[in-house]
């Protein structure tokens, strides 16, 4: 079945549309709890019958569109439970550790305030798969009547999982820090200074917080959330205050966020930023050293750089590549047994440590390994020799299917062509935007820059760029 509303991380548009209000959430709950109570669902084991847990990032629209969308969870049988302003990874390991029969996150993730969206975690705290998206839209009722949610009042709240995220991660850090010999006890990162960017959002009271309790000496910013001001020049999109103050208070490094906080891009101690890939790259390489890299298979998408596949053949190991989307990375991990992918983006995805991707547990992962080498971050990130890369984010009037866009296609076919063994070009619909993502990699800056103005110009023959 085709979906309809869902993209690549749940629904997501402008709060106040025609997809992201308070009707369409209260009928997407009551969609959802049908689809979560079928028969066809109801013998996963350790699941709580009905309990859901709603967790939201920092953006004004979310307090009304969790109390719809529990109006409709309630309507469907299930009993909503609001885990308050939470990150998205804490959301998925209460659902884990509680066996609730559904989790629900209220959040646009990186987008501006001005949109929200919703996305779902099933039993166990896995992301939904296409199939699960596609069965939920068709049980959606028609547009009128909503069920009604005017009326209901928010779900009863509970502060517990917030803070058992926290200590659990903390915990963590500890543990695997006195294993590997860098550290003992609580203060694992004692005397460190650390800035956090919490992009004025959820993660304003969770890193900051576990970070302090490792001995860490913090510094935040992107840590006072208005309601209006998510992502707003700051954050894992808006890095560059992060690298400002990392070098200002001479810090060992700045850990960015967005606004939910499955993300994390890193800030090494001379102001130079760490993506996703640079991440994937330092954490498997690590592991493969250590034998712990399991399947000896790193998972990415395919828009993680071709140094990265270079950096694993070289330590014995092998990388994965997926559709982009961090569950499609999970769905492959969990297919092949690999416990450990990601995304350039920074949704890093540690089966050990989450069931999702999960922005604090990244960093405290790339931590313990600064910790344990005694190398700073910018030693560190030399691990991956990028090949040089560029990218053109188009906006355009309609998605019309590539296949539909002969121009385009057949520059792509060419440029394959041409730069087989040595390069790549990628052109994508973004998820989540009306956007064409256009994507070129090679050897030289040179052939980058040529691929890009030729992919261009043959999306600009097909479609209507804004």
């Known amino acids: 079945m085709k979906r309809l509303h869902f993209g690549t991380d749940g629904v997501r548009g402008p709060y106040g549309g025609p997809l992201i209000n308070e009707d369409f959430a209260a009928r997407l709950g009551y969609a959802a709890a049908r689809w979560a109570t079928s028969a066809a669902r109801s013998s ?40 308050g302003v939470t990150p998205t990874p804490a959301v998925a390991r209460a659902v884990a550790a509680r066996g609730a029969r559904l989790g629900v996150v209220v959040t646009a993730s990186h987008n501006p305030a001005a949109d929200n969206g919703i996305k779902f975690f099933a039993v166990g705290g896995w992301k939904l798969s296409d199939a699960d998206e596609a069965a939920i839209e068709a049980l959606l009722p028609a547009p009128e009547p909503a069920p ?19 200590r659990a991660l903390s915990a963590q850090a500890t543990e695997v820090a006195g294993a590997a010999g860098a550290a003992d006890g609580a203060g694992a990162f004692a005397g460190w200074r650390i800035v956090v960017d919490a ?33 707003a020049g700051v954050g894992s999109e808006h890095p560059e205050r992060l690298a400002r103050e990392v070098v200002a208070r001479g810090a060992r490094l700045g850990v960015a966020h967005d606004g939910d906080g499955d993300r994390c891009v890193l800030c090494d101690e001379t102001g130079t930023i760490l993506d996703g890939d640079e991440i994937l790259t330092i954490l498997a390489l690590d592991a493969l050293r250590r034998g712990a890299l399991a399947a000896d298979t790193l998972v990415v ?154 992919l261009e110009a043959a999306a600009r023959r097909d479609l209507v760029v804004l």
Request: hydrophobic content about 40%; glycine content about 10%.
């Open 199 to 231: 992009a004025n959002g959820a993660t304003c009271a969770t890193t900051p917080a576990a970070l302090r309790r490792l001995g860490a000496e913090v510094r935040v910013v992107g840590g006072e959330p208005d309601g209006t001001n998510i992502n």
């Open 301 to 454: 998408t395919v828009q993680s750089n071709l140094g990265v596949d270079a950096a694993l053949r070289d330590a014995g190991g092998r990388v994965e590549r997926t559709d982009v989307g961090d569950r499609y990375v999970l769905e492959r991990m969990r297919a092949l047994g690999a416990r450990l992918g990601g995304e350039s983006s920074g949704h890093i995805v540690n089966l050990d440590l989450s069931p999702t991707g999960d922005g604090l547990a990244a960093a405290l992962g790339v931590l313990v390994i600064m910790s344990a080498s005694g190398r700073p971050l910018s030693e560190l990130r030399g691990a991956l020799r990028k090949f040089p890369q560029g990218t053109r984010n188009l906006r355009v009037r309609e998605k019309r299917p590539l296949a539909e866009c002969p121009a385009l296609s057949a520059e792509v076919a060419a440029l394959e062509t041409t730069l087989a063994g040595a390069g790549r070009v990628m052109a994508r619909f973004s998820g989540t935007e009306p956007k064409l993502r256009l994507l070129a990699e090679a050897r030289d800056l040179a052939t980058v820059a040529d691929a890009l103005q030729r």
């Open 44 to 83: 996963e084991a350790n699941a709580n019958e009905r309990v859901v847990l709603i967790g939201r990032d920092t953006r004004s629209s979310g307090e009304a569109l969790t109390r719809a969308l529990a109006a409709g969870l309630r309507a469907g049988g299930l009993e909503p439970v609001s885990l």
């Open 148 to 166: 009604a949610w005017r009326d209901t009042p928010m779900p009863p709240e509970d502060a517990a999982a917030t803070a058992d995220y926290i």
